[in-house]
């Protein structure tokens, strides 16, 4: 797909949307929606901002596959294995890949966590891009048009 | 209306139909028309906020019972 840049209303600036958001939860019903919007905002032009802290950070472990949902919502969950076994909803994993095929997705492992949890760089998937803290994705954050934070 | 490149995305939920569109679109070539075939009801408005964002060509949005086809033109 071609790189099409929006021309903004004023000053002949240009500037491309953006989305940012703070992933704090490993859990597949907080997962999936935030690898959606961030796809849906890559395939649409946008770039993507993606930190992923506490929980969140268990996400990018090698391997990771999420074993359940929030607590609070464990009486839904057969509802959500069913639909991802029919093959109606994809993974969280295969949204994420879609959209980092796109080179407009970057992914941030938070510092803090990761020392909370004992985990090295090494531990993670090779899609982070880097290990950062907090003064760090607020200046990639920070001139974002959507800016969530999903836990 | 005929289109080159028909993508089946129905049963598919968001953002299933929109990502099977975007990769369809981006192996397309200019002038090519593209159809989407989805029964996800958000699919009609995604596809267009889409077209919008990219500059791609939203053709036409049909219905034919539980199926939207949705046709865009596939720019430069």
Redesign the interface.
Known sequence: ??V?I?PSLGGGMYHM?KIALIVASEKMDKLFPAV?LA??AA????DAEMFFTFWGLLALKKGYEPSGVTFDYRAYEGKLTE?LA?????SWKT?LE?GLATGRIRIYACSTSLGMFGLKQEDLESFVDSIAGAATFLSKAKDANVSLFIS | MNADITVDAKFKTCPGPLIALADAVSKAQPGQVVKLLATDPAAPSDVKEWALSVGHTLLAREKSGDVYEIYIGVSG
């Open positions: 797909m071609s099409h929006i949307s959606t796809t849906t395939i649409s032009g946008w639909a029919s093959g109606s909803m994809p949204v879609q």
